[in-house]
């Protein structure tokens, strides 16, 4: 009995306190009571009862904090169900308050939804729905019975369906509720109610959630505010304080239910994007990706940290900063690009395979899709996206589309091409986007023709392939040599190579190895002979360039330093090392050893008749290397070449001739100088022999 007074007591407390309107702290306060309160009560007219209240009150929702209020609703209801459980559970564990109850589990659960009436719109229903899923199911254990559980699923889509159908939705806080609780229990849903979601009204407010309102990214506007706070102190450093205004305000959207559900929100409209039958709402919701990521990149543009390059950071900006702020920003950033990427991988998935989508559909997403990824890769650059995989199916998709397409392509390519034609740009986003127009267009070589590829990628690689050393440019550099050697293998472009070739040769031997690793000198050389070697058309009208440019490479043999050089910190250039992952890894090289790896790099490509000649060259040049270890590594990868595959079949004959009998055997383990002095019959006894 004393104990059916205090709940009564307190729930006449509570509800005082939620009709009366009264200060928001008290309210605060009084709700934590509503979870014991909605456990206890005995009562199923009062759980009702109190269930409507708290979806209905004019003091919780008159003035709501956004999603927070959403939120903590939401939680009364989880924590309630949770509690139930544990109470019918462990019946004999320590707890303030009696045991004895009169309602059964689902009998309690029955007379909260109850308490969803008509008294408030039908998207706070959603608030006692999802608690509810998730308080009984959301550990995983199955602490109600299937039939409830099956009810509670279709009323939660029921509710969703019916709160968009009626417009309710059009409430900012009313669509971002609708999206946040659903995918807290999507996961929870069995298939059959997945599909019954209307997901042509659905998709649009997902879509605006998180990128467009003012509890979300807010267009990316709040990267421009930002700028007003970072400030110089003490000479050349910045400092955006963690005091600041607009880091405080940062701080809570990232924390904010938005934000901090943004995997589970692209999921759920990923789902949609699959799903949806009116695939013209797939193109409206593309244009909005392309409108906001084209806002946040010139939002970021307006921001002072996008005037420092990664590299320069530690010296331009605060040690406060570095350790607080920015890494904030910069997660809520990556967070960002990962939510848009999971979404794109669903919308060429449905591209690929739905042929409800019209002819002129396929190259539009395409070309949308690579907007978006250039307008994001301020970021994806910073992060080494190109180790997500779901960011390299959506970037290499996309191109495969627009492939089939030149037209669609050229014009593209015309629209990203660097504004600075002839010049590298000083603004770091530049440069980015630089970087990311060469990475894309040297995937587009073969589909373009000889007069695009030369105005296009030649004229935007030029500029970054012969200038001295810059580490911040390492990346860009290797991309533009890339590019010209994609140009140049192109089989369209027989006449750029005739054009190109022996400039772009020069260049190569005067930026090694300031500016250019060891990984891409290699490739480059190794492809200019193969590309230069029949049955390529110059090799008809240059048959020694192959020898030339071998000869090249061990004039610059001679002169080589054998100090070990310093490996360059800048991630590899697409594509780089697709063909042979293993072809690249080496132990730190001098700049003589890589030499003679690049001349045995080149052997399996070279024409047989100087392929004969430059066996027993190359085999001289390992006697030119002074460390043992680099001399094992060069003699290893002489053998790889000679005996893995890398040859043909006649290409090998000749090798195995040159080992076996011509004296490439010693001379590659032991140099000219230690072979025996002949001549001696094939099979003859050497003198020191004891037999």
Request: net charge negative; aromatic share 8%.
């Amino acid at each position: 009995m004393a104990a059916a007074t205090y709940t009564d007591r307190s729930l006449a407390t509570l509800l005082r306190a939620l009709q009366s309107g009264s200060d928001e702290k008290d309210v605060s306060r009084l709700l934590g009571s509503a979870i014991t309160l909605l456990t206890l009560l005995s009562n199923p007219l009062n759980v009702s009862l109190l269930t409507s209240q708290l979806l209905s009150a004019p003091s919780i929702w008159q003035r709501p904090d956004g999603l927070r209020t959403t939120i903590r609703i939401l939680s009364i209801f989880s924590s309630a169900a949770k509690n139930f459980v544990q109470l019918e559970d462990s019946p004999n564990a320590d707890r303030k308050f009696p045991t004895k109850r009169g309602l059964a589990r689902e009998e309690w659960a029955i007379a909260v939804v109850k308490g969803a009436d008509d008294r408030s719109p039908r998207w706070r229903h959603l608030c006692v729905l999802a608690g509810l899923l998730l308080g009984f199911e959301g550990r995983g254990e199955q602490s109600i019975s299937k039939s409830l559980r099956r009810k509670l699923e279709y009323a939660m889509v029921k509710a969703v369906n019916l709160a968009l159908q009626e417009g309710e939705a059009s409430n900012e806080l009313a669509g971002n509720s609708i999206g946040m609780m659903l995918s807290h229990v999507f996961d929870l849903l069995n298939d059959t109610e997945k599909t019954n979601l209307n997901n042509d009204l659905l998709l649009p407010i997902l879509v605006h959630a998180p990128l467009f309102s003012k509890e979300g990214l807010q267009y990316g506007y709040f990267l421009s505010t930002i700028d007003s706070d970072v400030v110089q102190r003490g000479g050349m450093k910045f400092d955006w304080s963690p005091k600041s205004s607009t880091y405080v305000q940062c701080q809570r959207m990232a924390t904010g239910p938005l934000i901090a559900s943004l995997g589970s929100l692209s999921r759920l409209t990923a789902f949609c994007v699959e799903s949806v039958p009116n695939a013209h709402l797939l193109s409206t919701m593309i244009t909005d990706l392309s409108a906001f990521t084209r806002s946040l990149c010139v939002q970021w543009r307006q921001n002072k940290l996008s005037e420092i390059d990664i590299m320069e950071e530690s010296m331009y900006l605060s040690d406060e900063s570095l350790r607080s702020t920015i890494p904030l920003l910069w997660r809520v950033l990556q967070s960002t690009m990962f939510a848009v990427v999971v979404v794109l991988r669903s919308l060429l998935g449905r591209v690929l395979g739905d042929n409800r989508i019209s002819a002129d559909g396929a190259p539009f997403m395409a070309i949308q899709t690579l907007r978006i990824l250039r307008n994001l890769y301020f970021i994806s650059s910073r992060l080494g996206a190109n180790n997500f995989s779901q960011y390299t199916f959506v970037f290499l998709t996309a191109i495969d589309i627009l492939s089939q397409f030149p037209v669609q392509a050229e014009a593209f390519l015309r629209e990203i091409r660097s504004s600075s034609a002839g010049g590298i740009p000083q603004h770091p986003l530049d440069r980015c986007l630089d970087l990311y127009f060469l990475n894309t267009t040297e995937h587009f070589t073969t589909v373009l023709s000889p007069e695009l590829n030369e105005e296009l990628l030649v004229g935007a690689a030029i500029p970054y392939l012969g200038l001295g050393s810059d580490q911040r440019l390492l990346e860009i550099f290797e991309s533009a040599h890339s590019v010209m050697l994609a140009v140049l293998s192109a089989p369209q472009n027989s006449d750029l190579l005739a054009k190109h070739v022996h400039p772009y040769i020069d260049v190569l031997f005067r930026v090694f190895p300031q500016n250019l690793s060891a990984r891409q000198f290699r490739m480059a050389v190794k492809t200019l002979i193969r590309i230069s070697s029949p049955p390529s058309p110059i090799s008809e009208r240059q048959p020694l360039l192959p020898s030339t440019i071998l000869e090249l490479v061990r004039f610059q043999l001679e002169s080589a330093s054998p100090a070990l050089m310093q490996q360059s910190a800048g991630p590899p250039a697409p594509g780089l090392s697709e063909e042979n992952p293993k072809f690249f890894e080496q132990p730190p090289l001098s700049k003589q050893s890589v030499f003679v790896l690049t001349l045995i790099d080149a052997l399996p490509f070279l024409p047989i008749n100087q392929l004969e000649d430059w066996l027993p060259i190359v085999a001289e040049s390992l006697n030119m290397i002074e460390y043992a270890n680099q001399l094992h590594t060069c003699r290893q990868r002489f053998w790889d070449v000679l005996s893995n595959g890398e040859m043909d079949v006649d290409r090998a004959a000749l090798c195995v001739a040159w080992w076996g009998t011509r004296g490439g055997r010693d001379m590659v383990l032991f140099g000219r100088d230690h072979q025996a002095e002949g001549p001696f019959m094939s099979g003859a006894l050497g003198e020191a022999s004891k037999l």
